[in-house]
């Protein structure tokens, strides 16, 4: 039974937020990028309110993940926001009200450094994002690992070893290439930036991610497709193209949409092998070669 569970309650170009929740009563915030209104309202669907939270987690200062802090922060000053340095110097200088200068709980942490959050261990990992110390996170509790890799403009090779021990991966798809080049609502100069490679991840290139996680032998049992453009993107064609990449793989993908909350989503542990099982026994998936 999982003791350990990821619920997005919002995730798409405009606002993302998740809530991880831990079987000893632990729940945390990754990221708080819808309206303060529909934090508080998706949380109460929940049955939760956000002076129940034990943090919010912050992988940059962009207004899609971090909108509603100043009105969380204000409405709850003791809440802890766990930020890179220069990510939570960027907040407070762009705050237009008093709520994240004056916040008395700032858990500023250096990328790299693991710490807890009660029975939550939280490692972070630099990403390349054109935003101020961006990080990606893991999350482990027990055996069980969630990593969390938005937004980011390629998958590097630190975030994908970061990621190697999870069994959930959230991970962001933000736009199919085509749709992307034909979209006429954004000048070329944007479409530069998110194709850069200090942007965001295409579903081509999230496929590949999960595609390598496979191949090289990590315990990946789900994906959730986040950060969806809601005009450069459509959910059949995220999780496509990693049907596409992972041919055989039994890969559990989900959507995660912008206008509701998704299921609740047990972490597992991965499974454990036996000693005497061959070490090529034990990557679970092999791309199939296209015969003809
Ligand atoms: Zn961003
Ligand atoms: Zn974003």
Redesign the pocket.
């Given at each position: 039974m999982s003791s350990f569970h990821l619920t997005v309650l919002g995730s798409g170009?405009a606002g993302?937020c998740a809530l991880v929740e831990t079987a000893d009563g632990t729940r945390v915030l990754i990221d708080a990028g819808l309206s303060a209104r529909q934090v508080v309202t998706r949380l109460a669907t929940l049955g939760l309110q956000p002076e129940q939270l034990h943090g919010i987690l912050i992988t940059h200062e962009?207004g899609?993940?971090a909108s509603s802090l100043e009105i969380l922060c204000r409405r709850c000053p003791e809440l802890p926001i766990y930020a890179t340095r220069l990510c939570g110097e960027a907040l407070r200088a762009e705050s237009r009200g008093p709520g994240l200068r004056t916040h008395r709980a700032w858990r500023l942490f250096q990328p790299g450094r693991g710490f807890h959050i009660g029975g939550l261990a939280v490692e972070s990992f630099p990403v390349p994002h054109d935003a101020a110390d961006p990080v990606g996170f893991t999350l482990r509790c027990g055996d069980a690992v969630l990593a969390v890799l938005?937004?980011l403009g390629h998958a590097t090779k630190l975030a994908l070893e970061h990621a190697r021990a999870a069994t959930t991966l959230f991970i962001e798809a933000n736009h199919d290439g085509p749709l992307l080049q034909q979209d006429t609502k954004r000048p070329w100069s944007v479409k530069q930036r998110i194709l850069s490679r200090h942007g965001h991840l295409s579903n081509d290139a999230a496929a590949r991610a999960v595609a390598d996680l496979l191949t090289s032998g990590a315990p990946l049992q789900r994906v959730v497709l986040g950060?969806l453009s809601r005009d450069c993107n459509q959910p059949d064609l995220a999780s496509g193209a990693v049907r596409a990449l992972t041919p055989g793989a039994a890969l559990e993908i989900h959507c995660a949409a912008q206008a509701e909350i998704g299921p609740r989503l047990g972490i597992a542990a991965p499974p454990v092998l036996a000693a005497a099982e061959p070490a090529a026994a034990q990557s679970r998936w092999t791309p199939q070669l296209e015969l003809f």
């Open positions: 170009s993302n962009h899609d993940h938005s937004d950060h």
